[in-house]
């Protein structure tokens, strides 16, 4: 058998007694037990699971009244799914940073990418900032990072890049430096085009009490189709002999953002 880390030692086996209950098996990758409960988790983000669970999309017919008091963001219902049963579930992203957080009757505000997954005793509620959700109430969320989460006090001016999120804080307001954008370097991006927004020229600003969660870097998580079949050979869905290629007609699932979109009147 090959070996990992240690030259000579033997690869660390888990099996589902020795798993962790709700916490990190590694730096990238957190257990989630199950007990006849329920997580709302991001599709494309269990990598594995033991035992008995059952997935089903926003909108299933059964789980309306667990949607109707927890998932309040229609434009991301079709990016989620419930897991429910009895086991456990291994859930990662790319190799980013994983942890997870606990609310208690707080709010927190995050990038929608970041999220993986989180208990129905929170709210999802869709945020007024682009691009980010808000979760209320008391209980814990696993949240994806580009490096490992500073967390900061206001009043505090982010790069958006390296922003993850805030808590309990009013949300930020942009800032743009005079200085910097009337400067040599600011002259030279508005003449030529090269080098874009930057960190130095733009920031969220925040004030107030609270705390903004940070990651240690500028390069935002890659986003991708959740939940889409990769286009390989073989695969279900994905393109090749044996895939039905990703514009192929198939049986419409509940819990679709169509349905959603009709059920909350949009």
Known sequence: MSTYGTPGAAPRVLDPMTLPSDDNVDAYTFCVELKGTQWFMQKGKMIAYYGTVEFNGIGHGRLDRLVRKAFHSPLHASDWVVAEGSGKMLLADRAFDVNSYDLDDGNLTIRSGNLLAFQPSLS??????????????TGKFVAASNGPVVFMEPPIRVDPQALVGWADCPSPCHHYDHGYLTGVLGGLRAMTGLGGVSGEEHQFEFVGAGTVLLQSSEALMTGQAAGAPPQQPG?????????????????RLPGQLGDLQRRFGL
């Open 235 to 251: 695969v279900p869905g994905g393109g090749g002999p044996g895939g039905s290629g990703p514009g192929a007609a198939g049986p």
């Open 124 to 137: 999802l509620k869709q945020s007024i900032v682009p691009g980010f959700l808000t979760l209320i109430g």
